[in-house]
């Protein structure tokens, strides 16, 4: 246990711990240091409220990620050309049972940006053609297509979903109204980053099927947080992390081509792969599985981290992290004078939650709360709105989520940050 931290009482989970802030003026917060927490390498003097952003590894697969790197540097040469094949398809098989599909159907990639390029710079769409998303995307992923818009001509139209969400007919409603007969593509985040909604996307996939529409869904958020099963909801591509919500190492991800696709998938960086002179019978296998050196050690530990998730009931962890999200959203909307942007239901949030919060300077306030309150959780703008998002996993509990109301309640007394 760190400096500072000193053992206070027991609460439902465990053992809560009195924390002093040594640098702020705020005086004790209650920071509860689970033995999940422990398990994790998070700082433990800080309210760790952003999983959302880049996930959070136990100790356990980083260290297997660590053994899979002195691995290859104790040999390279035999670790690349050897051993790498050999992990990688027990990786893999380990990935295809856990999202349901055929191993052959999905190639590692760092992360859902490089997946999303590899698909948009291979896509054959001729100029005035139409790709509907919505209004709520992911601004990386957003770049990457106003960039394929101004090359190719294809008109990229995003749909505006409006708020607070009503119910899921509403969001398909809206979302349909973006339709025309010159829409050839659909992409939609399964979960939004900003807005940390939940998107029908099965029902959005099961229509666009019915029209002869080409789903590429971003699923970045939904591997180990939601349910996920591929075969059923049958996009013709798919991403998602691993090093998100499923606790993997940094720079694990994957793309899922159906196979009616994958002869059209060309590489994003072209190497041995390409013209094989060894070719397997997936030539999107071969483009894919080897672009150059690099370490693929995050990829390999697909393995250990099912079995942590498994191990640890992680089914479970998140359903009780769903509901102390839901549970405190409304307290968040009270303090901050804000309407709930969706119905309290899993059906629309998940392990992390948006609350509208109105700010004069939403970076300054998000410094604020890290530098004096020793808080991470970000505040983020969509659509000329401030939202502060906060995620919730099994090494949070209440106690963090009471440090960032008591927080925002000081911050409400003594600044003109926020306005009620
Ligand atoms: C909805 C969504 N899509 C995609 C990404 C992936 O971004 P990157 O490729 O930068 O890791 C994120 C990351 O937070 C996201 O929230």
Known sequence: MGHGVAKCHDEIHGTIDKVQNPSATFGFFYAKVTPMKDQFLLNPTYTFLNHGSFGACPKVIFEKQQSFQREMESDPVYFIQKQFAKHL????????????CDPDDFVFTPNPTVAVNTIMRSLKLKEGDEILTTNHEYGAMDRTWHFYSKKSGVKYVRQSISLPVISKEQILAEFWQGLTPKTKIIFINQIASI??????????????????????????HVPGHIDLDIASLNPDFYTGTLHKWMLAPKGSSFLYVKKEWQNEIEPLVVSWGYESLTPSESPFLDYHEYQGTNDHSAYLCTPTVIEFLQKNNWKEKSAAAKELVLKNYPRFCALLNSTPIAPLSTAFMGQMASVPIQTSNPQELKDLLYDKYKIQVPIMILNEKVYLRYSINAYNSQSDLDILYKALEDIIATTDLIQV
């Open 89 to 100: 398809a027990t990786a893999k098989e380990a990935l295809a049972a856990f999202i349901n």
């Open 195 to 220: 807005t940390a909604l939940i998107f029908p996307v099965k029902e959005i996939c099961d229509k666009a099927r019915e029209l002869g529409i080409t789903t590429i869904i971003d699923g970045a």
